[in-house]
T-cell receptor
Framework: NAGVMQNPRHLVRRRGQEARLRCSPM?????VYWYRQLPEEGLKFMVY????????ESGMPKERFSAEFPKEGPSILRIQQVVRGDSAAYFC???????????FGSGTRLTVV | SQELEQSPQSLIVQEGKNLTINCTSS?????LYWYKQKYGEGLIFLMM?????EEKSHEKITAKLDEKKQQSSLHITASQPSHAGIYLC???????????FGKGITLSVRP
């Protein structure tokens, strides 16, 4: 039973390019959360999704960031026109439902050069 | 909004020593998660506490949630180099069970 799978583990993008981060939740988990960890800061909530629905995106920057969790396939966090300030570790967590605890993936470390 | 303060910010202990780290919430906790993170890696779930006064142990790590449900402590007995890492506390707050995290405590264990 594989855990939460995130890929790629490391991603380097030039300023202005697009970054796509993927998250495959644990088998049977239909709730996905994305968090961002900036250098010297704690983990910050970004977005909460269930299959085909965005439930809470209160932590998402207003521009350039989007997330989806389609009926089939992984959840995708997409960052358009990346800037250096987007460099961070992005973690995905999945759950079988609210109040059931979370399993985190190993993260994707995005570096914008 | 809920804030979690972790103390101390960092800690260096000699192998074999006991240690305690804390997580204090600005609001009543309705659950408290402890995670460990190795530098550059993902989060490893340690324990979850929900009830005031609750205490859980796993191997040499014990976590407690106080009766007032505003503070949690994590105690490590006879520390080992494998305990080194960043310890994060997280709490669900508001709707949708999203977690608010503290900034973490960096633990180093000297052999």
């Amino acid at each position: 039973n594989a855990g939460v799978m995130q890929n790629p583990r490391h991603l380097v993008r030039r300023r202005g390019q697009e970054a796509r981060l993927r998250c495959s939740p644990m088998k049977g988990h239909s709730h996905v959360y994305w968090y961002r960890q900036l250098p010297e800061e704690g983990l910050k909530f970004m977005v909460y999704l269930q299959k085909e629905n965005i439930i809470d995106e209160s932590g998402m920057p207003k521009e350039r960031f989007s997330a989806e969790f389609p009926k089939e396939g992984p959840s995708i966090l997409r960052i358009q026109q990346v800037v250096r300030g987007d460099s961070a570790a992005y973690f995905c967590a999945s759950s079988i439902g609210q109040d059931y605890g979370y399993t985190f993936g190993s993260g994707t470390r995005l570096t914008v050069v | 909004s809920q804030e979690l303060e972790q103390s101390p910010q960092s800690l260096i202990v000699q192998e074999g020593k006991n240690l305690t780290i804390n997580c204090t919430s600005s609001k009543t906790l309705y659950g408290l998660y402890w995670y460990k993170q190795k530098y550059g890696e993902g989060l490893i779930f340690l324990m979850m506490l929900q009830k005031g006064g609750e205490e859980k142990s796993h191997e040499k790590i014990t976590a407690k949630l106080d009766e007032k449900k505003q503070q949690s402590s994590l105690h490590i007995t006879a520390s080992q180099p494998s305990h080194a890492g960043i310890y994060l506390c997280g709490a669900p707050g508001g709707a949708n069970s999203k977690l608010t995290f503290g900034k973490g405590i960096t633990l180093s264990v000297r052999p």
